[in-house]
């Protein structure tokens, strides 16, 4: 049963959603690519990018801006060192969502062209970290497709996350919304009700 707590602004575990892969300059990453149909291993649609993501409506949006791909999979994350080797002792694992833009996604293209995604892990070297800029190279097999009772607990594991990436890979707003946001409107900031109040009136019925 849930324990009801109090606290101030400091509550450093309660977080929305899931925490997403982002790479770490001067580190190499191990990660699977988890999918139950390898015809179904990613996840992208045509966007732009104004304070958040959202999915391109050939509208006012591309005035300024043509769109671009961003793209969404699941990966299982080993737990590595710096140079990307699984610790075995003991081996520890993430499920996470990772969105990348189409230049990640056409070097994942080129690894699996010679070593298909859906049979070798890879790994990823983070060169610039700000910008997500990766350099990714093949592994020889995949770890968690190599056991089968752990092959399943992943992909089970994996669904919610999956279902994640779909939702949130861009907001799907209105042209209004759109407009809105590209005019720099409130859209996403404070609620406007709770500004502009005279202080000296409200004081006045206390």
Known sequence: MSEIMTFGTDNEDIKGGYKKYQGK???????????????????GAKVHYNQRYFLCKKTICC?????????????????TDKLG???????????????????????????????????????????????????????????WQMKEDFKKKVLEEAKPVWEHVKKNLASDL??????????????????????NVNLEDVLKNV
């Not at 300059?25 to 996840?43: C, I, L, N, Q, W």
């Not at 209105?174 to 005019?183: A, M, P």
Request: charged share 25%; net charge negative.
């Open 174 to 195: 209105s042209v209004e919304e759109i407009k809105d946001l590209i005019s720099g409107g409130t859209e996403g900031g404070a609620d406007p009700s709770a500004t």
């Open 25 to 43: 300059k001067g580190e190499t990453h191990r990660a699977g690519f988890v999918y139950s149909d390898p015809k179904s291993m990613f996840a």
């Open 85 to 143: 080797n699984p610790k075995m002792d003991p081996f520890s694992y993430e499920i996470l969502p990772w969105m990348f833009s189409e230049q990640s996604y056409n070097k994942l293209r080129v690894a699996d062209s010679e070593f298909p995604l859906i049979s070798h892990d890879v790994k990823i070297t983070c060169t610039n970290q700000e910008y997500q800029n990766l350099d990714i190279n093949s592994c020889k097999e995949s770890i």
């Open 63 to 79: 005035d300024k801006q043509a769109p671009r791909w961003r793209v969404g999979t699941v990966i299982v994350l080993y737990s």
